[in-house]
Structures are given as structure tokens and as C-alpha cells.
């Protein structure tokens, strides 16, 4: 009945959106609209297309696509891109039209450091959207990084109210959201765990990736599904004219991508493949030492990806899209005596998508999409085999509209359906003469649906407003669930240069992730809403001031924000989460509050860029009593291990001349909370063996480790092209570069005297994980 | 727990490759202080009562992590093992066991080490007990310092290991070692729980394998636990089956989650699930059946 209520209600605001655009509108307009590419063909989001003589402009959209709506006559449109040579079209218009630019890279002497795909300060200061932040891989390729290794979920956790999981590690907790609140989304297609090794390394090779979109708050209405953050990542599209080779040799991976034209000018296509090679290494190790006695072998691990794009130009209304993804982390460990265990783990995905231009006001994508993780550990001996295994696999079907009624309405709509197949847990133990026969398979499915709205209202020179409505629901077995999640955020002009912006967003999440952990772990299970798991929800209001200073040099803003949430899920002490028929008793229930105000000042062009930010944060939970249990600390509240107090980020890139460019990122945050033992107590258990100390937890998170700190270095050197051409650069970094002791545990070991080895004492030891770390990467592009 | 310790091993393997390996260079360790907050000792018992054995029991208490001095400044006394390790006794608890029926037993504060088993005990009984299946038993204890401490358990029913087995590799040298097979079968009224102990000569020693087994997935069939390839032709190996109650497997899972968190930067700490009241510990009955096998 409140379904029912709800569903009237979203459609009857649809329609007011889809006619309110009609409101005062009186001189004729018309739209022009088309895609931007460079001279490669690949397209070029966030790309201006502006009449300056009429103050009208617009952006490109992450395809390359505008639409600008414009009154009927004459007009000069001018079309820039950082790093590009303009364009100016003069263009009579008495009808709706399309129109697509092909813009050339331009031999300035900033050359390849430009950050491209930017959108300018101006941009950026007069968009409605508000918490969101945009990063292309160019600009991630010149920092520096762990190992080398290019990773721009990393490059993301330098922006405010944005923290990592720990030293190395590519998990992203976004304004108190944990990791698995995240929407990770590669080409509009879901990404379950981004995740390499654990989560020192993110699943996005940095040859495919063309930009990525991180949304903090104010999420528009075509993103659903998770609390905390929208990261959309852009693949690249590849070369329409030419074949083009494109690789790097690191520390740890290779690359190698070939992309060039389907048919020329019409498509083109793009592979990447990376893998690591530890495990060549370690093999070489086991070899040397395998007739040692005493030697253990070092397991064999490496991970590989490949990325697949294409794109083919139908006709003049139609074009195709296809988005491939396939990644694999390998462990495998073979004892000298015989017995063989392997784990392996990773993503798969692709997606079509079809889009089709209705006319220049309305453009639809329609997309068919497959995502699946999944993760299977076994071993055996003998006649004994052994098998553990999770998977998630996800068929969805969405479409979305882009409308441009008039100039003063952009209207986005659309609807997705997604399948989900939980297989929550599937355990083995068998031996081939029967006497061991143990089996468990956990399956569940689920359909999730989202329909939405969302009208970006264009009221005056000075004010702009977005609203907002997605109707969410999820289904499994008999249990069924919806909410109704209202979308707005506003701008007001006080000034050219300067902007107050506020935003509110409501989001649901059907999913969950259990993880029985505080890192992001392979063995990590997703989990449907049930009865007894209700979905989970959070609502965030935010605002903030923007200031274009220095010429339009740099922008400063200031955003607060509040984020609370309810049916957030945690675990009892000592829950099993394996092959668990009944994984529902196992949780708990609590809510959780994030509030916090970053501050942000960046720079965009010039020889030197970079930005400042600074967010002073709180994230707290809180676990009541339930279930028998006595909640977690005791019903207290308590800061989950992501909190920090303080953030700061501060992030340069300098081109020296036209070959030579420096970069250095340094990070500063509060330590993190985590749990020591308070006391200990000693056990003998059933036989003499040895008194252990066992030690006791009364508080979760009741201990700060110490502040965080950490200079990276980077240096990026093009070498002088072959005589066959092309591009290579040695690119160096170093990583803690003032080799900084971070605390990445502690814990308690006994003291011994070295001379009786006798128990001394007690004392507290901190680990670090990563020294002062140097490497170097050779590119090339040909 | 069905994933036994083969399969935790790969896990544990799997970290140490991605984080421990890195992590585990010396110069990456060092001394920090520590300023804990207040932490207040508590009794804690440790008591494993057994048909026809004398009852025997340890009480101790828990003490600051860093601390000794704070149970030492209360009057308790410091018990210094061989190794050096300390365990601090309470000298002023009296506990009382009450028996199938309700008759209360005293049992005597006594400090001492049991010469069969080489464990050390603080109170004793004088007589063997007497426990069959279903009966209750009940702990008392309590100090002159008002920490009293309370606890009952039922004495688990009598599960038999069917057989055991060990067949070698292929190969040969050093590299020729055997697995170990046991089996028992699992009764299906019940929910029950297992502890399975492998030791190669005196039980004494250290266990060789030590896993918790819940019948979750096999209520109600025949089990078997299978060791990686670990014993050499010569060795004894007595497999011991425990037939737990759901509150000591709980302990038992507890204190290992506890000790593993002490140092896994993956793991999530566990607060101790003791069965007794007023403290913390254990106090139970053990029911097990054994088998010693000679490996040709």
C-alpha cells in the first residue's frame, strides 16, 4: 500500500518535472548537440562548448557528449579543451541540430603535463553538483606511487573527506562510509571488489582508464544502490585513426595495451593486459633453496587483468559500446610433501550498450551488463579434497535519458533492473571412497530495481538548482523491500566568483558485504537484504562556499557536512561467516553518524598544479544490545578503525621544461583507532603445555595509534623519441620518502632474556609496512 | 569450526604473502609506549574436571597487559614457571565445587603441580569424582576482596573415535611423511561440538593439531579429520576426541580469536566468552576418547 502510495507519488513528480521546463520560456530555442573528441577519436569529457557572446556554455559528459540549448540565429560556439586548439563554429540555427568537433592536441610547451579532461575552475565553481571529485589518469600517472604502480583509487584517498584503509591499501572510506559503501562503477558496470592483493593494489589498470568521478555527497538521481560514494571510472576509448602500442615495464607489473581503429573513423577498439611477477621470483627462490632441509617454499602469488573496449559508429544517430573486464589474483602453494592448495579471486564483467540520438534534445543509452565475483580456495591430499568458495553474479539491464528541453532544463531519467545470484557460501570436504561427505551450499536471489529523475533547473544566471527522485526497491524470496530517495542540490552566484552551494541525498543499500574484518579480505561475502537484514540507509546534508581566486587560478571551498545512518551491520564475537546456512544470527544491527568540514584549494593550470586540502572529520557507530549479545562496547558508541580527526593533503605537480616535470604528495592524519588488549590473563588448557597469555579486549577502537605522515616523491623524464617514433618516459618515485616509521599495527609480545631466554616482561611493538621505497617505470607509447 | 587447520593455513599463508613479507623485516618493528587505561584485575578459573580423577583447579587473575605490579600491590603472589613467565595467584579464595545432587565439596587451597600431568593447580579435592552424562556440577570462588565468581556445566555425553589411519606420500627421505585420519560419528539429535588433539608421544606435549569441530554440516554422519602431511615413520601419534559443550567451544574459539588478533592486523579482536560469572575462564567436564597408533 506504501508502495503503492510511493510509486503515484515518483511518477506524478516525474511528469511535473518533464513539463515544468515549459514555465517562461519565450524566445525559440534550439539544441545543438553532438560529441568531442581528440585527435586521436578518443572522446573528451568535461570539454567546453560555450557562446561567449551569450554567456551560454555547457560541459561535455564523461562520453564526450553536450547538448546546449541555444536560441534560434546565428551563433559562434566555441569549443576548448586544456591541451587542445580551440574551435569556433558559426552556426545558423532554426532547427535542433547536431554538430561533433575533432579537436587537435595543442604543441604547447606544457605538453603532456596539462591535466586534461579537467574541467576548468570556472567550470567547477558554477556546476550545481557539489562533492564530487574528478581525476583523469593523466594527472594520476605524474604522481608518485607505491612500487610504482599507477592506481587511481589511491590517487582519490589524496582528496578531502576521502581516507584509505590503512598504509597501501586502495580501499576508500568516504566521509564515514565504510569500503562496501561505495558504488564502484567501470563504464556504468558495478565493480564488487576493486581490489588486488588484498587491497594494496585497485583492479584498474592505468593504461585502460581514461577518468574517474568520485561523488562524496549531493549523488544524482541515476546513482543508486550504495551510502557513502559513487566512483565512476571511464575506460578509455581507443585510437579511431591510427594503431597505437601503448606499455610500461615496472617494479612489480608490466602493461601492455594495442588499440586502433575497427574501421577507420567509424570504431576503434582497445585491449590492456597487466600482470605482476612476484611469483617468478619466488620461484626462482624455491628452486635455489628446495634442497635445503629446513626450507620452507614462498607461496606463488601474482594477479593479471585485461580490459576490452570498443565502440562503432552504427549510423549518424547510432553508436555501440562494449566494456570487457577479467582479473584473477593466483596464490597456489605446492608443499615438497605433496600437498597442493590454491585461492583464487577477481572480478569479471562487460556490458553493451547501445546509444541512440532521438533527436539533438533527447539522447537514450540502453545497456545490457554482467558482473560477477567470486573467490574458490582448495586443496587436497590424497583421496581428500577440500573446497570453499563465494560468488556474486549480476545480469542488469538499464536505460537512460538525457533530455534538453530549452536552456534552462536538463532532464535525466531512466530505469535499471538487476538479477542478483548470492552464492553466499559453497564448502566441500569430501574424499573419493565416501567416507568423508560434507557439502553446503548457500544460494539466494535477489532483484533489485531503481527508477529515477532528476531535473537540473537552470532559474537564473545566479541560481541553479538539481532535483531528484529515484524509487529503489529489492526483492528476495518472499522478503521485498522499497524506498522512495529524494536527490537536490542548489548553487547561488553571490559573485562570478563566488558560489554557495547545499545539497541533500537519501540513499538505500540491498547489499551488504560480510566482512569480519577490518580489512577489505578476498573472502568477503555479499549478502542479500532479508527480512531480518533490512536494507541499509543514509541520508546526508552538506553545503559550501567556492571562491575562483587568483585570476581563476584557484579554487577554494569549504564544504560541511552530516551524514547519519541506520541498519548498519557488524558481527558477534566470533561469528562463523563460513558455509553459515543462518549468516542472519550472526550480525548485528547499529547505527552510525559522520560529520566533518574539508577544506580544499586547487590549481589547475599553469607550470606548477596541484591542491591543498584539509577535512577535519568525526565517524562514530553504535551497537546496542540485542540478540543476547551485549552489542559492541557495551552499547557505547565508538569510532569505527577509519576515523581520523585530521586530513591533510597537499599535492604538487611542476613541468620543469617540455621533458622534465617533478611531482611530490605529502598526507598527514590523526592515528587510527584500533584495539588493544587492556588485560591478560594466563592458560594452561586440558594438557601442560607451555602457559599462554591470552589477551583480554574490554573496547573496541579505544586506542589511537600515532599520527600518519608520509612524502612521496615523483619524477616523470621523456626520453627523446626512436627513429621509428613514438613516446617513452622513465618515470621515478619514492615512496616515504623521508622513510617515516607509520604505525600499521601493534601488538604485545613477552621480553626475553637473551642470555636464558627467560620471560622478562612485557612490552608493545609497532609495525610498519612500507620503508623508503624506490622505483622506476619505463613507458612507452609507439 | 568445520575449515580445519590446513584450510586456515592457506589463508594465513595467503596474508603473510601479501602484507607479511613486507612486514616482516625486524627494522620495521619497534619498542612503543603504550599508556593502556585502567584495567581491573579479575579472578579467573581454569578447571577441567574429569570421572575418576581428583578435582583440581587454578585460580589466577587477569592482570593490566603491561602490568604486573597492580595483583602484586593487592596481595597476590607471583608464581615464577621455568620459563620465566609469572602468573599471579590470589591467596585468599575459597572455592567450593557442588556436586550432582547439591552437596558441596571444599576443595583446598593448596598450590601445586600434578606430577601426572605436570599442570599446576592452586585448590584440590580428595577424592575422584564421580561424573556421568547429563549431570550438573557447580563452581564457587570467592576472595576476600568481594570478587566472587560463579559458574555450572553438564558433563557432555561420551562420543567413541571409530578408527584411525595414516597413509604415507610417494615419496621418500625426509620428504616421506604420512597424513593422519580420525573418524567418530556424529550423533543427530544434537547439536555437538568436538575437540580433536593429535600428539606424537605423551599428550603431555604440545599437540601437533588442535582443531574445534562444530557438527553443523554433518549432524548426524560420520566424520572424518585429515592432517596435511606431517608425521615420519616412527612417530606415535594418540588422537584424543573431545566431546565439548557449546559454552567450552565457545571459550575455546573465543581465547584462540583473542590470540591471533594479538599481532593479525586482518583480524577482528574478540572479547573472551567465559562460562562462569563474576570473572573469567572455564569450567567444565572432559569426556574424551583416545587412540595411540604406532607409525611403521
Known amino acids: ?782 | 569450526m568445520i575449515i580445519g587447520t590446513v584450510n586456515k593455513r592457506i589463508l594465513t599463508l595467503a596474508l603473510a604473502g601479501g602484507v607479511g613479507l613486507l612486514a616482516g623485516c625486524k627494522s620495521l618493528q619497534n619498542d612503543v609506549n603504550v599508556p593502556l587505561p585502567y584495567y581491573a584485575n579479575q579472578l579467573v578459573a581454569e578447571c577441567y574436571l574429569q570421572n575418576g580423577a581428583i578435582p583440581r583447579l587454578t585460580i589466577t587473575e587477569s592482570v593490566p597487559y603491561l602490568d604486573d605490579g597492580q595483583a602484586i600491590a593487592a596481595g597476590s603472589q607471583v608464581l615464577a614457571l621455568s620459563n620465566g613467565q609469572t602468573v599471579q595467584l590470589p591467596t585468599d579464595v575459597t572455592v567450593t565445587l557442588t556436586l550432582p545432587g547439591g552437596r558441596p565439596l571444599p576443595l583446598r587451597y593448596s598450590p601445586g603441580v600434578d606430577k601426572a600431568t605436570g599442570k599446576y593447580y592452586t585448590h584440590v579435592g580428595t577424592t575422584p569424582l564421580v561424573a556421568q552424562a547429563g549431570q550438573q556440577f557447580g563452581l564457587d570462588a570467592q576472595d576476600k576482596r568481594g570478587r566472587h565468581l560463579t559458574g555450572t556445566t553438564i558433563v557432555p555425553t561420551f562420543i567413541r573415535i571409530d578408527s584411525t589411519q595414516y597413509k604415507y606420500n610417494a615419496l621418500t627421505g625426509v620428504n616421506k611423511k604420512a597424513y593422519f585420519v580420525t573418524k567418530w560419528t556424529d550423533p543427530g539429535a544434537t547439536r555437538d561440538f568436538y575437540r580433536l588433539m593429535l600428539h606424537k608421544g605423551k599428550p603431555a606435549n604440545n599437540s601437533e593439531t588442535d582443531n574445534l569441530v562444530d557438527d553443523r554440516l554433518f549432524n548426524g554422519q560420520s566424520y572424518s579429520q585429515v592432517t596435511t602431511y606431517r608425521f615420519v615413520p616412527g612417530d606415535t601419534v594418540t588422537a584424543t576426541l573431545y566431546h565439548l559443550d557449546s559454552l567450552y567451544y565457545d571459550f575455546r574459539v573465543s581465547v584462540r580469536n583473542a590470540r591471533n588478533a594479538n599481532g593479525n592486523p586482518f583480524a577482528q579482536p574478540s572479547s573472551i566468552h567465559s562460562n562462569v560469572q563474576g570473572g573469567l575462564g572455564i569450567f567444565t567436564v572432559l569426556v574424551s576418547d583416545q587412540r595411540t597408533v604406532y607409525l611403521k
Open chain 1, 1 to 782: 500500500m506504501i508502495r503503492d502510495a510511493l510509486l503515484r507519488n515518483f511518477i506524478l513528480i516525474s511528469v511535473l518535472l518533464a513539463t515544468f521546463p515549459r514555465w517562461g520560456w519565450a524566445q525559440a530555442q534550439h539544441v545543438l548537440s553532438g560529441v568531442v573528441r581528440g585527435s586521436d577519436g578518443g572522446v573528451l569529457p568535461g570539454a567546453s562548448v560555450a557562446v561567449p557572446a551569450l554567456g551560454l556554455g555547457t560541459a561535455t559528459e564523461a562520453d564526450g557528449h553536450y547538448k546546449l540549448s541555444l536560441p534560434e540565429g546565428a551563433q559562434q560556439v566555441v569549443v576548448s579543451f586544456v591541451g587542445y586548439t580551440s574551435q569556433t563554429l558559426s552556426v545558423n540555427l532554426h532547427r535542433s541540430q547536431q554538430h561533433s568537433f575533432t579537436l587537435a592536441a595543442a604543441a604547447s610547451e606544457l605538453g603532456e603535463v596539462v591535466v586534461r579532461g579537467e574541467q576548468t575552475l570556472k567550470e567547477k565553481l558554477q556546476t550545481t553538483q557539489m562533492g564530487v571529485e574528478h581525476l583523469s589518469i593523466r594527472e594520476a600517472k605524474l604522481l608518485p606511487a607505491l612500487f610504482g604502480e599507477v592506481d587511481i583509487l589511491k590517487t582519490l584517498q589524496l582528496k578531502p573527506g576521502v581516507q584509505s584503509g590503512g598504509e597501501g591499501s586502495s580501499g576508500l572510506f568516504v566521509r564515514g562510509g565504510s569500503a562496501d559503501q561505495n558504488l564502484v562503477l567501470v563504464d556504468n558496470v558495478l565493480v564488487y571488489n576493486p581490489n588486488h592483493l588484498f587491497g594494496l593494489f585497485s583492479v584498474f589498470n592505468s593504461d585502460a582508464v581514461q577518468s574517474v568521478d568520485l561523488y562524496k555527497s549531493g549523488f544524482p538521481a541515476q546513482f543508486g544502490g550504495r551510502l557513502s560514494s559513487v566512483v565512476d571510472v571511464k575506460l578509455r576509448e581507443g585510437d579511431r585513426e591510427k594503431f597505437v602500442t601503448t606499455g610500461g615495464i615496472g617494479l612489480i607489473s608490466s602493461r601492455l595495451s594495442f588499440e586502433g581503429p575497427i574501421k577507420k573513423g567509424k570504431g576503434s577498439f582497445i585491449v590492456s593486459g597487466r600482470r605482476t611477477y612476484f611469483d617468478v621470483f619466488t620461484r626462482a627462490l624455491n628452486r635455489v633453496n628446495a634442497n635445503k632441509e629446513d626450507y620452507t617454499p614462498i607461496p606463488d602469488y601474482y594477479f593479471y587483468d585485461f580490459n576490452a573496449k570498443a565502440n562503432y559508429t552504427l549510423g549518424e544517430k547510432d553508436q555501440l559500446f562494449f566494456t570487457g573486464y577479467l582479473g584473477r589474483d593466483v596464490f597456489g602453494f605446492t608443499s615438497p610433501n605433496g600437498f597442493q592448495a590454491a585461492f583464487t579471486w577477481g572480478n569479471t564483467l562487460g556490458a553493451l550498450r547501445w546509444q541512440h540520438v532521438f533527436s539533438p534534445r533527447l539522447t537514450a543509452n540502453t545497456s545490457a551488463s554482467i558482473t560477477s565475483y567470486k573467490y574458490n580456495l582448495g586443496n587436497s591430499i590424497d583421496q581428500f579434497s577440500f573446497n570453499l568458495g563465494s560468488t556474486i553474479l549480476d545480469y542488469t539491464a538499464r536505460t537512460d535519458f538525457d533530455y534538453v528541453p530549452n536552456d534552462r532544463h536538463t532532464i535525466k531519467f531512466g530505469a535499471l533492473v538487476t538479477a542478483h545470484n548470492f552464492g553466499v557460501g559453497r564448502l566441500q570436504r569430501n574424499s573419493q571412497d565416501n567416507s568423508l561427505n560434507v557439502n553446503s551450499d548457500v544460494n539466494y536471489l535477489g532483484q533489485e530495481a531503481g527508477l529515477y529523475a532528476s531535473d537540473n533547473i537552470k532559474v537564473n544566471d545566479k541560481f541553479q538548482t538539481e532535483l531528484g527522485l529515484r524509487l529503489s526497491g529489492f526483492q528476495s524470496g518472499t522478503d521485498h523491500f522499497a524506498g522512495l530517495e529524494p536527490r537536490a542540490a542548489a548553487r547561488y552566484s553571490l559573485s562570478d566568483k563566488v558560489a554557495l552551494k547545499a545539497s541533500y541525498a537519501l540513499m538505500y543499500q540491498y547489499v551488504h558485504l560480510v566482512s569480519n574484518s577490518g580489512a577489505s579480505l578476498p573472502t568477503d561475502i555479499w549478502y542479500p537484504s532479508r527480512l531480518s537484514v533490512k536494507p541499509e540507509r543514509s541520508q546526508q546534508v552538506s553545503s559550501g562556499v567556492s571562491f575562483l581566486l587568483g585570476d581563476g587560478k584557484f579554487l577554494l571551498t569549504d564544504e560541511v557536512y552530516y551524514k547519519w545512518a541506520n541498519n548498519q551491520i557488524d558481527f558477534k564475537d566470533g561469528a562463523q561467516i563460513f558455509a553459515n546456512n543462518n549468516l542472519d544470527t550472526q550480525f548485528l544491527f547499529g547505527r552510525g553518524w559522520a560529520y566533518g568540514n574539508e577544506l580544499y584549494l586547487e590549481k589547475k593550470t599553469g607550470k606548477t598544479t596541484g591542491w591543498i586540502g584539509y577535512t577535519l572529520a568525526w565517524t562514530k557507530r553504535n551497537f546496542p544490545p540485542q540478540l543476547g549479545t551485549s552489542g559492541i562496547n557495551n552499547g557505547q558508541d565508538f569510532y569505527p578503525n577509519y576515523d581520523r580527526r585530521h586530513n591533510l593533503n597537499i599535492v604538487v605537480i611542476h613541468q620543469l621544461n617540455t621533458r622534465l616535470s617533478l611531482t611530490a604528495s605529502f598526507v598527514y592524519t590523526s592515528g587510527a583507532p584500533t584495539t588493544l588488549p587492556l588485560g591478560r590473563f594466563a592458560t594452561q588448557d586440558i594438557y601442560q603445555g607451555g602457559i599462554q597469555a591470552v589477551p583480554v579486549y574490554p573496547d573496541r577502537n579505544s586506542y589511537r595509534m600515532i599520527p600518519y605522515h608520509r612524502l612521496d616523491l615523483g619524477l616523470v623524464y621523456k626520453l627523446r623519441p626512436t627513429r621509428i617514433g613514438g613516446d617513452r618516459d622513465l618515470t621515478f618515485s619514492i615512496y616515504n620518502a623521508y622513510n617515516r616509521r607509520n604505525a600499521y599495527f601493534i601488538y604485545f609480545e613477552q621480553t626475553r632474556d637473551k642470555a636464558t631466554d627467560q620471560v622478562t616482561g612485557y612490552r608493545a611493538q609497532q609495525v610498519s609496512l612500507f620503508p623508503f621505497i624506490p622505483s622506476v617505470t619505463y613507458n612507452f607509447k609507439f
